[in-house]
């Protein structure tokens, strides 16, 4: 697969050109930055397009009628929320506890010229924000990731809100992950296939419940 121009992009996942433009500043501000910081693994540098923008954009038709805040835990480089706030979405909370991650973040949406919040902190750390949203790529196994989002939850929501929905892009052991948070939590979700990862899948968890052993 090859989506280095707009043409091949959007035959994977339409976008404005203009979004497409600032893809390619992203993507331009990634190499310059990366000879200095890890910010993606060295073995995707050649396919970040595929690896990392196309990865993360195939995400925003999951989140369209979200309408409150989105926070993306663990955004590194910014896959998938700086992307997914690129493309047009708004109210979209970026948490990274690395100092300098978050200063690359920054400099991409003021190129980018892209409106992001940046939490410079962990999560377990984060301020209490209303949110319909939380999302995350390759952070961490499904029993980790829910536990952060258990914490966060439990700090944030009010008595009688409505608990986030969550969005994660995972990968070849997401049949694994699952099967071992049945074991605590019954959870209700959706699979779906992912454009760049046969093995992997898209999960959708609506809601998450703790089973009593």
Known sequence: MNIDTYDSFCKQVFV??????????????????QKSINLISRD????????????????FSFISDIKGNIIDFGSGAGFPGLIMAIMGKK?????????????????????????VIIHNCRIENLS???????TSRA???LNKLINYVEIFVN?????NDKPPKMLFLKG????????????????KYQEFP????????????????????
């Open 172 to 187: 070849k052991s997401w049949k694994k992950e699952i099967s071992e948070l049945n074991k605590t939590k019954k959870i």
């Open 44 to 59: 995707s540098i050649k396919n970040i397009w595929i690896r990392h923008i196309l990865d993360s954009a195939q995400l």
């Open 91 to 115: 109210n979209i909370h970026l948490v990274e506890s690395d100092h300098k991650k978050c200063v690359f973040l920054k400099e991409v949406s003021i190129l980018t010229d892209v409106d």
């Open 128 to 134: 209490s924000i209303d949110v319909d949203l939380i």
């Open 155 to 159: 700090k944030s929501t009010k008595e």
């Open 16 to 33: 404005s050109r203009e979004t497409y433009e600032k893809f390619c500043i992203f993507h331009e501000i990634l190499i310059k930055w």
């Open 194 to 213: 992912s454009l760049t990862d046969n093995f992997g899948r898209i999960i959708y968890i609506d809601k998450i419940d703790t089973l009593e052993i």
């Open 139 to 141: 952070l961490a196994p």
